[in-house]
């Protein structure tokens, strides 16, 4: 799945907004996730997932920097992402669905701090590049 450069562009934009807040739009994220798709919480059994809780927001943050990564290497989303990838294919197992829930969750997260410069065009700019970064955390599962 291949960005054209304006939708590069595009995700480059919002980003450079949205990287200030990556804890807060991470954790809000999940926050969203486990509210409307409580069978993703399956997979933090260990975690406090209580709304604003410490271990939510320290994984927001983790989420978050490593969509950041993936926008600093946009050209190489696999090789920057390749050690995530082996992670959550090997040993978490996420099953492959619950990626389209969490780029959902990060979607509406970003359109509602940024409505005005969430455009359609950097809607489905956005959609691409999650999509891209969730192909590359599934790809290594067999
Ligand atoms: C861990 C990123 C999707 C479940 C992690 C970590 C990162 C990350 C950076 C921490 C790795 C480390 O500590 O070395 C992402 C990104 C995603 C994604 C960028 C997609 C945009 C998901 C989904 C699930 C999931 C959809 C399941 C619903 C987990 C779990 C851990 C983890 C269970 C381990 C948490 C812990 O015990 O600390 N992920 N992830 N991830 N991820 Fe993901």
Redesign the pocket.
Known sequence: MTLTQAEKAAVVAIWSKASTQAEAIGAESLERLFTSYPQ?KT??P?FDLSQGSSQLRA?GS??L???GEAVKHIDDISGALAK?SE??AYI?R?DPV??K???HC?LCTVAARYPNDFTPEVHAAWDKF?SS??SV?TEKYR
């Open positions: 993703a997979y933090f260990h994984h983790k989420v920097n490593a969509v995530l992670l959550h978490l996420v619950n990626f829930l969490l780029s990060i999650l970064i969730s955390l």
